[in-house]
């Protein structure tokens, strides 16, 4: 997390520290009981905060506070992004043209128009945007049924398992999947500020993928290990 903070990333810092915070909340040992409150009572806050600051009090509020105008914008443009619509704006407003012209079926594999430099950023942060309107909200909902499933599963597993660490193990790989779509999806929708966070699986990405393919293979090994333990294998 100090690395992270140092090189500037807050996207992933926040990601990596809610991620820390829910395994925290998982292991049973007296010990960690008033941490475990306590974390628990930060992400409570934390949530509120946010809805807080997505409103136009909230945003007078941070321009009153040592915060760099960069963070700043984002809760602007999630607000109203048509307040600089040439700029800040630009790209969550094409996101938006984007949903509205995929419809239910979407325009057409490879017929999308933003993704011809109106939407720069369009196989990465953007990509959700491109894929709803080549296939429009029937796309979305595969890839939604997608990571249900996987999360499903997982926390399956958790509830399954009789070893704190592989429950960590478990619902970590599922947050790191979650909060990840939720993250995504909040930014190119303006129901939250953009994080700059992919979309796994999904954006275009070498070090993403390679992490969330090791996450997934790891979660996988542990469960194959202790359905061979179960079946007395």
């Known amino acids: 997390v100090i690395v992270i903070f140092l090189q500037n990333d807050t996207g992933s810092l926040i990601v990596i520290s809610l991620i820390c915070a829910v395994c925290l909340l998982?292991?049973?040992?007296?010990?960690?009981?008033?941490?475990?409150?306590?974390?628990?009572?930060?992400?409570?806050?934390?949530?509120?905060?946010?809805?807080?600051?997505?409103?136009?009090?909230?945003?007078?509020?941070?321009?009153?506070?040592?915060?760099?105008?960069?963070?700043i914008n984002r809760f602007k443009m999630a607000a109203n992004p048509w307040l600089d619509e040439y700029n800040s704006g630009l790209q969550l407003i094409n996101s938006l043209y984007a949903f509205a012209s995929g419809g239910w079926l979407g325009v057409g594999f490879g017929q999308s128009v933003q993704k011809m430099q109106y939407l720069p950023a369009g196989s990465t942060d953007y990509i959700l945007a491109i894929t709803v309107e080549e296939f429009g909200i029937l796309g979305f909902l595969v890839i939604l049924g997608g990571y249900g499933v996987l999360i499903y599963r997982l926390f399956k597993y958790a509830l399954m398992s009789k070893r704190e660490g592989y429950k960590i193990l478990y619902i970590g790989t599922a947050m790191y999947l979650f909060i990840h779509f939720v993250f995504n999806v909040g930014g190119v929708t303006g129901l939250i500020?953009?994080?700059?966070?992919?979309?796994l699986f999904i954006s275009s990405g070498a070090s993403s993928l390679v992490s969330i393919c090791s996450a997934i293979g790891i979660a996988q090994a542990a469960i194959a290990r202790e359905n061979r333990e179960r079946a007395g294998v």
Do not use: M, R
């Not at 009981?33 to 136009?56: E, M, P, R, S, T």
């Not at 500020?193 to 979309?199: A, C, F, M, Q, S």
């Open 26 to 71: 998982v292991p049973s040992h007296p010990s960690l009981k008033k941490f475990q409150k306590f974390v628990g009572g930060f992400l409570i806050f934390g949530g509120l905060a946010v809805i807080f600051l997505a409103n136009d009090a909230g945003i007078s509020l941070l321009e009153k506070l040592p915060i760099s105008n960069y963070i």
């Open 193 to 199: 500020p953009l994080t700059g966070i992919p979309l």
